[in-house]
């Protein structure tokens, strides 16, 4: 009976006001204790989530590289740009992940190897690229570029291969299992 007499009671609007309003609080920085434990994520998780940001973010930066080259072949070289210091495959955000942090989360899958070697094939070939500016030969920078062009789209698919690789069982290198999704009225 008591229930009845909240849901029908003259002071019901306000009541509902008052709920709606201690169910979502003025300060959203904080999180009520009865979801706090939505925003937990444990070991493994953390590790891969974290991963797959450093991959995305990664992906943006080496994509920085060509519009960057080709500003140079333009005529427009950075002053950052010196082929001794693009030589080196470390000089990079992504090459320095590679090297570290990226050698530990997946140095186990194979795709890792294959994204060190065009890595560093690819700082070869940029450094090569600005050389051949600074000497005047545009033909070969033209040239020199479509292979930094190509070497880049190969890296961005090795990275995202890679993405793809943190969901497998890195045990068995199998992907994870997931539940089928059935139609509705299956």
């Excluded at 943006?60 to 519009?67: D, F, K, T």
């Excluded at 992504?94 to 899958?109: I, T, V």
């Excluded at 961005?156 to 890679?162: A, F, G, I, Q, R």
Aim: with cysteine.
């Amino acid at each position: 009976m008591d229930m009845l007499k909240r849901f029908f009671s003259s002071s019901g609007a306000a009541s509902s006001k008052q709920r709606a309003k201690a169910e979502r609080p003025e300060d959203w920085s904080t999180v009520p204790a009865l979801q706090a434990s939505e925003l937990v994520a444990f070991g493994d998780e953390v590790s891969r989530l974290s991963v797959e940001f450093d991959i995305e973010a990664l992906i943006v930066s080496h994509e920085r590289w060509l519009p960057w080259l080709w500003q140079a072949c333009e005529g427009q070289i950075d002053e950052q740009l010196r082929p001794d210091v693009i030589r080196d495959d470390r000089s990079s955000e992504l090459g320095a992940w590679l090297h570290d942090a990226g050698r530990k989360a997946l140095g186990h899958l194979p795709t890792y190897d294959m994204l060190l070697v065009r890595n560093r094939y690819f700082h070869l070939k940029a450094a090569e690229l600005i050389t051949q500016i600074e000497q005047g030969d545009m033909v070969m920078a033209e040239r020199t570029f479509r292979q930094c062009e190509h070497a880049s789209r190969q890296m961005v698919l090795l990275l995202k291969e890679l993405k793809r690789g943190l969901v497998r069982n890195p045990a068995s290198g199998t992907p994870a299992v997931r539940k089928p999704v059935l139609p509705a009225g299956a």
